[in-house]
């Protein structure tokens, strides 16, 4: 039985005590006090030994007969250094209906399981399958194909403005490590309006031993927490199409838009401005909008896609299917932004300066279940690699477009389509394939078939008449 199908078991047996949500939560919180507990030191005086003696008097019964009163006194006796390390406190649900023998499994099934980091990963998938509000996780095919196009360096700060659960923050430190990097040394900021969110993310980064600076719970786009730095990479999955985010008019008219006040009903593009404006002088940016967006037509939108085009911050745009999100039926688009596209250390030899690359991946996506669909690992590393052939990266085959796949365009080409950035709007079909040379001998065959054709048809006739005289 696979840890998912236990889970989804586990979050059944407490349906009766705490709402889906709630329980999953106490699920990680549970989960993360094991993995405290194992990694503490022996001395008895060391703070990490908190989380030993809490486990262990779970595990022995010293807390769970107590039921949910019990369970919350240990996780939060076992916790409180990790809760000193981040700012948020671990603010449980009412754990008050929980029985003991509700408790006894709970703890039983987080004891069995062989490790607890691949257990909290099933706990993150899992938490897209209750509704909407599990927005704050970003499926993994996803989060690598962002980092994989970013390529973070060791030295180097990475941000997530709508950070949910820390995904693409621990994504970024886990690319590093594959690349031989030093992931210990990668700076991680990440902010989120969801305190539910930012607590997921807090324990994310603990079952995987990462350090990070978390803020909120606050939305970005009214109360920026890191309103004095820039980042080398910037990567985002905000809300599309967020209304309401403007604060009634009063952040429309504040300096945080330099390609114009986005619409107060939609913030697709105050994302992309907030993108754009938290890179460093040489930072690049990932950013994911519904498709609609590269193409829209509606007056401020339009404006901004141009201005970003113009001021030539945009790089590339990938055109993705639909059913890659959860909860979004509409297919979507990645955006790339780089604050310098000449020559240098984070981009490429390419002089890349007013051009751009158009990606059409809408037949990448693989189906793993119904309403739900990846973005395999073949596919993926085929829209790396074009992006890093169309910027000269090192080891890399000249850049070629690619009828039906991809395209570079200048700036001013952009202009001539009213900035209509949607690849599937500009990368051809390949042609049908032909061969003119074999031409004469195929219409001469055809006309020796219909020939043929002709003369089974008289012969047909003629015995079908014979046929009809006899009666």
Same mark, same amino acid.
């Given at each position: ?87 948020l ?34 706990c993150?998938?899992q ?27 060791d ?39 969801s ?6 993310a ?14 909120g ?21 905000p ?30 593009f ?6 754009v ?24 939108? /339009?404006?901004?896609? @141009? %201005? ?5 911050? +945009?790089?590339?745009?990938? #055109?993705?299917? $639909?059913g =890659?999100i959860?909860h ?31 990606i ?27 992006f ?35 690849? /599937?709007?500009?990368? @051809? %079909? ?5 061969? +003119?040379?074999?031409?004469? #001998?195929?219409? $001469?065959? =055809?006309?020796?078939e ?22």
């Open positions: 039985m696979s840890e998912g199908q236990s889970l989804g078991r586990v979050l059944d047996a407490l349906r009766g005590a705490l709402p889906p949500r709630d329980a999953l939560l106490t699920v990680m919180a549970l989960i993360l006090l094991r993995y405290e507990a194992e990694k503490a030191p022996a001395d008895e005086w060391d703070e990490g030994a908190r989380a030993r003696r809490a486990w262990e008097a779970l595990r022995s019964g010293g807390h769970w007969r107590e039921g949910g009163r019990g369970l919350t006194d240990a996780l939060h006796s076992g916790l409180r250094t990790r809760e000193e390390g981040f700012p406190r671990l603010d449980l649900p009412n754990l008050g209906s929980v029985r003991d023998r509700e408790a006894a499994l709970l703890i039983n099934w987080v004891t069995a399981a062989e490790d607890p980091t691949e257990l909290f990963e099933a993150l998938e938490s897209h399958a209750l509704g909407k509000g599990g927005d704050y996780y970003t499926p993994s095919d996803l989060t690598h194909l962002f980092i994989s196009l970013m390529e973070p360096a030295d180097e700060a990475v941000y997530d403005p709508v950070c949910g659960s820390g995904g693409f923050l621990l994504k970024a430190r886990e690319y590093v490590a594959a690349q031989g990097g030093r992931p210990e040394e990668l700076a991680l900021y990440g902010q989120d309006a305190s539910t969110a930012l607590l997921t807090a324990m994310n980064f603990s079952v995987h031993d990462a350090g990070g600076n978390l803020a719970p606050a939305s970005t786009l009214a109360d920026d927490r890191f309103s004095d730095l820039t980042f080398d990479v910037v990567v985002a999955n809300p599309f199409n967020q209304s309401g985010w403007d604060e009634h008019g009063i952040l429309r008219d504040s300096p945080s838009w330099p390609y114009g006040p986005p619409p107060a009903g939609n913030a697709n105050a994302w992309a401005q907030h993108v404006r938290k890179m460093s002088p040489t930072g690049r940016g990932a950013l994911l909008l519904p498709t609609g967006a590269a193409s829209t037509a509606k007056g401020a939108e /339009s404006q901004i896609r @141009a %201005a970003l085009v113009n001021d030539d911050v +945009l790089s590339a745009v990938v #055109e993705l299917p $639909a =890659l959860p979004v039926r509409n297919p979507v688009s990645l955006w790339l932004f780089s604050k310098s596209k000449k020559p240098h250390r984070s981009w490429g030899q390419n002089d890349r300066a007013g051009q751009f690359l158009l059409d991946a809408r037949d990448s996506a693989t189906n793993v279940k119904r309403g739900r669909r990846v973005v395999p690992e073949e596919a993926r590393e085929r829209i790396t690699a074009t890093a052939a169309w910027r000269g990266a090192p080891d890399q085959a000249p850049y070629e477009d690619v009828p039906g796949w991809c395209r570079s365009l200048s700036r001013d080409e952009i202009a001539e389509t009213d900035y209509d950035v949607l690849p /599937s709007h500009h990368v @051809a %079909a390949p042609p049908a394939e032909s061969d +003119l040379a074999d031409a004469p #001998e195929r219409v $001469a065959d =055809l006309t020796d219909l020939l043929g054709l002709f003369a089974t048809s008289r012969r047909l006739e003629d015995e079908l008449r014979e046929l009809l005289g006899e009666l």
